[in-house]
């Protein structure tokens, strides 16, 4: 199995984006912070955005990784609703 490359790119509508580096298309997550978020982090935009991206793929494997009975539980909430308040 190959092992695909991605890359965390700031588009000219200012979302970040990732992405994977070999091929065109939709992104695979898309990052777009509001005006008044931006004024808060001025230039760290971007390093902002890597963490959280960081941060999701790390939870991702930690769930890949977990057994279904750890999550099982709160899957059924999730179903009902248009939106999950954390």
């Not at 091929?23 to 001025?42: D, H, N, Y």
């Not at 977990?66 to 709160?74: G, L, N, S, V, Y």
């Amino acid at each position: 199995m190959s092992a695909s490359l991605y890359e965390i790119v700031e588009l000219a509508n200012g979302e970040v984006v990732l992405q994977r580096a070999d091929e065109e298309g939709e992104p695979l997550l898309s990052i777009k912070f509001s005006t008044e978020s931006q004024s808060f982090m001025r230039e760290g935009k971007f390093d902002i955005a890597k963490a959280m991206i960081e941060a999701g793929m790390e939870a991702a494997g930690d769930l890949a990784d977990a057994e279904p009975e750890d999550f099982a539980a709160d899957s059924d909430d999730a179903l009902y609703a248009d939106r999950t308040l954390h």
